[in-house]
DNA sequence: GTCTATACTACGATAGAC
DNA sequence: GTCTATCGTAGTATAGAC
């Protein structure tokens, strides 16, 4: 289908470029067709943009469908078992970071961070907003000291652990002293992600 | 000097349009001068760039000028010493990643991570490898559990706490149900962040 | 040093053939 | 549905007046 060799190139040149630095002609060039396939398909650069971000929302959402799985039950937790799930779920995000294949969609999402517009939205509520509510879930029966509305905040600082791998992979990559961040690495970082947010749900209960 | 006013223009322009799509006519405009100044002074857009790389690294350095100054005798410091000086580096990144004046270079940086360029090389050079390397020293000391090719990794997702702030802004916004950090959800980010560094810092020491 | 004027290139959108 | 051709706009760079 030409549509979805549009969106896969897209991203990526959206993701590299930015909204403005991409070119419709490039992006038709490198999908093999022609650039008024893109007003025919989705009226326009615009259009391509926000069916850029359902598409990777969908990806998004179908990758950790297993992590949501893990949050459904989580009022009829016990502790230990919610601190389990919650580095289960932390360490698909990591790995999430750490594949390749999330280079090109997880630009798209850091500028949309930077600089949200409509597809920020779609985003969000298509696929982060299930996995930030389940977790919260989870973080509730594993630190009941923390009030219940200072739970996004945890849930974030404790994902920024893993979001530091992309959001910072340059820094990341010269303070690990590697030019890339292969299988070596990610272990490496995995498990000091486990840790550390082991370390993080241990906390105190007062 | 005009040639100020052009680099803090062109941080904002840059940061939130991108490379490409920031426009010299717009930066030139905004800056109340011709847009051939651009030319005169920088040599071009690429220059202008390239200065603006230059200029953050060097704020950055000046703001972060007493942290370093901590890390100075890393190595005769026991480890309470040690954990207390990164929990204040830590907090004073989270404040940096929080203050309102960050909004523009750090939008520059967060790009640059994403596609480094050149001008990468000047921001790490010019003031992150510092950081870095203070706080991989104190790190040391704080955790003499982990080998020491190690260090670097944990200082990053150490700092993702802090780096999540900008580099997920809007998602945090959405997870805090705000709409923007303002005072009262930066003292508890912040204060989060550092009960969970210290969580971390307190490890195991086997 | 800073301006205006201009040359040249590339962009997105669209009309119309097939 | 996909192509080619073209229009109008906006980009950077540069030459030359002051």
Redesign the pocket.
């Known amino acids: 289908m ?2 979805d060799r549009l969106i896969e190139t897209a991203i990526d040149q959206f993701g590299r470029l930015g909204f403005d630095g ?5 992006i ?1 060039r490198a999908s ?10 989705f009226g ?3 259009g391509l943009y926000l069916a850029c971000a359902d598409h990777i929302a969908a990806k998004l959402r179908e990758r950790h469908a297993p992590s949501m799985e893990m949050t459904k039950d989580a009022q009829e937790l016990d502790r230990e078992t919610a601190i389990e799930r919650c580095l289960a779920i932390v360490d698909m995000l990591a790995q999430t970071m750490l594949h390749p294949d999330s280079e090109h969609w997880a630009r798209f999402i850091v500028r949309e961070q930077q600089a949200p517009t409509e597809a920020f939205e779609r985003l969000y509520e298509g696929a982060m907003q299930a996995v930030l509510t389940g977790v919260r879930s989870l973080l509730e029966r594993a630190r009941p000291d923390i009030p219940r509305d200072e739970l996004g905040a945890m849930a974030m600082l404790i994902f920024g652990q893993s979001l530091v791998l992309r959001a910072a992979r340059a820094t990341v990559c010269k303070a690990l002293g590697a030019t890339q961040l292969d299988e070596a690495e990610g272990a490496l970082l995995r498990r000091h992600i486990r840790s550390n947010t082991l370390a993080i749900l241990s906390g105190e209960t007062q």
Request: proline letters at 0%.
């Open positions: 030409m549509q991409a070119s419709t002609r490039d038709a093999e067709t022609a650039m008024s396939s893109i007003t025919y398909h326009g650069k615009q």
